[in-house]
């Protein structure tokens, strides 16, 4: 049996990519908790994390797109275009979400906030549901 190596290259995924991507997955996730928490104890700590979880996760997520485009032009990798705009739907509601969150207390979290945070983890749940095709490990 034989290992062809010029396929490593066209399947493996971006290592620069895969670890930038890490970081809006983790820090969208983790709005909803502080969202909740803000929800149940009234205090402005919880809004202010959420509001930096959304700052860091859109930074991130930017980067990790830029990362995504160059591999593209770079590798001529051409990514799925359901997880490709799906990646940019949940980039858009994170932003929609970080523009919430500038609000003052209660209504920068309740209802609306938390719905949208909520939102952007179904959509980045579908995205990475739509996007395994492109995950293959060599």
Do not use: K
Not at 11 to 30: D, Y
Not at 35 to 45: G, M, S, V
Not at 111 to 121: C, E, K, N, W
């Amino acid at each position: 049996m034989t290992y062809d190596h010029r396929w490593d290259s066209r399947l493996a995924v971006n290592p620069v990519h895969a670890t930038l991507q890490a970081f809006p997955i983790a820090c969208f996730s983790l709005t909803v908790l502080t969202d909740i928490a803000y929800w149940r104890t009234l205090n402005l700590l919880w809004l202010h994390f959420s509001e930096w979880l959304l700052l860091a996760g859109l930074v991130f997520g930017i980067l990790a797109a830029l990362a995504r485009m160059v591999d593209g032009l770079v590798r001529r990798i051409r990514p799925s275009w359901p997880a490709a705009i799906g990646g940019l739907v949940v980039l858009l509601l994170a932003a929609l979400n970080s523009f919430i969150h500038t609000a003052d207390g209660w209504t920068a979290v309740v209802p609306y906030g938390l719905t949208v945070s909520a939102l952007t983890v179904l959509a980045m749940i579908a995205t990475g549901w739509l996007g395994r095709r492109e995950a293959r490990h060599v």
